[in-house]
């Protein structure tokens, strides 16, 4: 399985920006989800979404703001996020994982690049 994130970029806070997720290889039955690290600190977990599509977490930090959505006809995951704050700068990371209770803890079997999101206030 490769998963390859795109759409960083630099934006004002208040801002909305999408990142996506491609997958290939063999994704059923992998659970799909984004974390991110911000300088300084560990990687945390932002959202997830089962395979199915039917069932969706979210960090605290970002609920209500972000929102994860998957196609699976076209496997790709996106992320909206919206009403972005100087404190979601991060590297952005699409991640695959079979455990839904364990994938946001970091038990992730397959790993993206990251992408960068900056926020300027």
């Known amino acids: 399985v490769q998963l390859q994130a795109s759409g960083g970029g630099l934006v004002q806070a208040g801002a909305s920006l999408r990142l996506s997720c491609a997958a290939s290889g063999r994704m059923r039955g992998l659970h799909m989800g984004w974390f991110r690290q911000a300088p300084g600190k560990e990687r945390a977990h932002v959202a997830g979404i089962t395979f199915s599509g039917g069932e969706r977490n979210y960090a605290d930090s970002v609920q209500g703001r972000f929102t994860i959505s998957i196609d699976i006809a076209k496997s790709t995951v996106s992320l909206q996020m919206s009403s972005l704050k100087p404190e979601d700068t991060a590297l952005y990371y699409c991640?695959?994982?079979?455990?839904?209770?364990?994938?946001?803890?970091?038990?992730?079997?397959?790993w993206g690049q990251g992408t960068l999101v900056t926020v300027s206030s």
């Open positions: 991640a695959a994982y079979r455990s839904w209770s364990r994938g946001p803890a970091g038990e992730v079997d397959y």
